[in-house]
């Protein structure tokens, strides 16, 4: 049951650490002026304390998936990790506002119904 938890967090972590690291990026925005654009939008995300936040929660997601990994089989765990693509997706809906068109949704259903299958059928 630990393992599946851990699990459960790291799919969680990455994906939420996507939608801050976008919400960040976002509102620094793009940057103008003198000097490498590149390197001024770096400078000001590396002092940025939510971007670090998220990095972090990249580091929880990896760490989490790699404790999981030694009690639970790649072959459950692989399709299963598929599933952040879709939560990210929600979640961006939700957080950011972006669309979800009707042919988004069947896909993020299809890709729900088969991670499941293939986690069942591994497990």
Do not use: H, N
Request: net charge neutral; charged share 5%.
């Amino acid at each position: 049951m630990t393992a599946l938890l851990l699990f459960a967090v790291s799919l969680i972590s990455v994906a939420g650490s996507q939608l801050l690291f976008k919400t960040r990026m976002m509102q620094i925005g793009e940057v103008s002026g003198s000097g490498s654009p590149i390197l001024t939008g770096l400078s000001r995300l590396l002092v940025d304390p939510l971007f670090w936040v998220a990095g972090l929660m990249v580091a929880v997601g990896a760490a989490c998936w790699y404790s999981a990994m030694i009690k639970l089989p790649l072959s459950f765990m692989l399709p299963i990790a598929s599933l952040i693509a879709p939560m990210t997706a929600i979640g961006a809906y939700f957080w950011l506002g972006e669309s979800l068109p009707p042919e988004k949704l069947a896909a993020i259903a299809w890709i729900a119904i088969g991670a499941v299958w293939l986690g069942y059928l591994s497990s």
